[in-house]
């Protein structure tokens, strides 16, 4: 059987997408999506995506991190994901969808850039070390001294792996304040184990953490990702986010397809 693919970047965050609107990946073979997406011997992608059929809005998104499991939400994916659907004339410039977290809807420009609405935030955990929320997937935040130089995978495995955070773990941020608005972060990323070149869920965190904790007052804020930047905002009412939009650019990369 062969299966036809696109690959996809949004920011250095790279995934593998597959239109299966007609049901036909089978999707619970976590084996063959861990090789779709090992760089060595498949396609190579930080995860996989699947654009499938949805009832109440214009497309569906289920994510796989790249070890082949089902995992929570992909900020970076689901901008990816929207400007699949364009591409495959599923949208237009406008969109709702479904994912993992509930009901998106964004919106993608002729120039490939995604904006994306992520969840609202309400619950967040500040500790004198780091600060805690889940913005579609879980993320601990952390600010550290010297992050161009920071062994993020090191670092990033003791914590994922630590007492913290039980047996599902969380994605970690070492974050750098640049400026009033600026804030740098490097993510090390549950599923993929390892560090990535951007995070979308990672660098929301970022910026609510960084607002939640009063280092900057802004509620649109530029995060520098290690594949290029991306922009935040939101709206606070005491301690809720809300009208929370990831934005940045998504690519196409190239396409192909592959016997499985």
């Given at each position: 059987?062969?299966?036809?693919?696109?690959?996809?970047?949004?920011?250095?965050?790279?995934?593998?997408?597959?239109?299966?609107?007609?049901?036909?990946?089978?999707?619970?073979?976590?084996?063959?999506?861990?090789?779709?997406?090992?760089?060595?011997?498949?396609?190579?992608?930080?995860?996989?995506?699947?654009?499938?059929?949805?009832?109440?809005?214009?497309?569906?998104?289920?994510?796989?991190?790249?070890?082949?499991?089902?995992?929570?939400?992909?900020?970076?994916?689901?901008?990816?994901?929207?400007?699949?659907?364009?591409?495959?004339?599923?949208?237009?410039?406008?969109?709702?969808?479904?994912?993992?977290?509930?009901?998106?809807?964004?919106?993608?420009?002729?120039?490939?850039?995604?904006?994306l609405q992520m969840i609202d935030v309400t619950e967040i955990k500040t500790d004198l070390?780091?600060?805690?929320?889940?913005?579609?997937?879980?993320?601990?935040?952390?600010?550290?001294?010297?992050?161009?130089?920071?062994?993020?995978?090191?670092?990033?495995?003791?914590?994922?792996?630590?007492?913290?955070?039980?047996?599902?773990?969380?994605?970690?941020?070492?974050?750098?304040?640049?400026?009033?608005?600026?804030?740098?972060?490097?993510?090390?990323?549950?599923?993929?184990?390892?560090?990535?070149?951007?995070?979308?869920?990672?660098?929301?965190?970022?910026?609510?953490?960084?607002?939640?904790?009063?280092?900057?007052?802004?509620?649109?804020?530029?995060?520098?990702?290690?594949?290029?930047?991306?922009?935040?905002?939101?709206?606070?009412?005491?301690?809720?986010?809300?009208?929370?939009?990831?934005?940045?650019?998504?690519?196409?990369?190239?396409?192909?397809?592959?016997?499985?």
């Amino acid at each position: 059987m062969q299966i036809e693919f696109y690959k996809y970047q949004g920011t250095g965050n790279d995934f593998v997408m597959i239109d299966n609107r007609t049901n036909t990946f089978p999707k619970e073979d976590i084996t063959l999506i861990a090789h779709l997406c090992d760089r060595r011997f498949g396609i190579g992608g930080d995860g996989l995506i699947l654009l499938e059929n949805d009832a109440e809005t214009d497309f569906k998104m289920v994510y796989y991190n790249s070890d082949g499991n089902q995992s929570t939400m992909c900020g970076n994916g689901g901008r990816c994901l929207v400007a699949f659907a364009k591409k495959l004339h599923v949208i237009k410039n406008n969109c709702s969808f479904n994912a993992i977290d509930g009901l998106h809807q964004a919106s993608v420009t002729e120039d490939a850039i995604v904006s994306l609405q992520m969840i609202d935030v309400t619950e967040i955990k500040t500790d004198l070390n780091y600060t805690f929320l889940n913005t579609g997937s879980p993320h601990h935040v952390e600010l550290v001294d010297d992050l161009e130089h920071f062994n993020v995978k090191e670092n990033g495995a003791a914590i994922r792996y630590g007492g913290l955070y039980g047996e599902e773990g969380s994605n970690i941020n070492f974050v750098k304040q640049i400026d009033d608005t600026t804030f740098s972060v490097r993510t090390y990323e549950r599923g993929v184990e390892d560090e990535t070149l951007a995070c979308g869920t990672g660098a929301t965190a970022v910026a609510i953490a960084m607002n939640a904790t009063g280092l900057t007052t802004a509620t649109a804020i530029n995060v520098n990702v290690e594949g290029g930047k991306l922009a935040v905002s939101f709206d606070r009412k005491e301690n809720q986010y809300t009208n929370v939009f990831l934005i940045g650019p998504a690519k196409f990369v190239f396409k192909g397809a592959i016997a499985i």
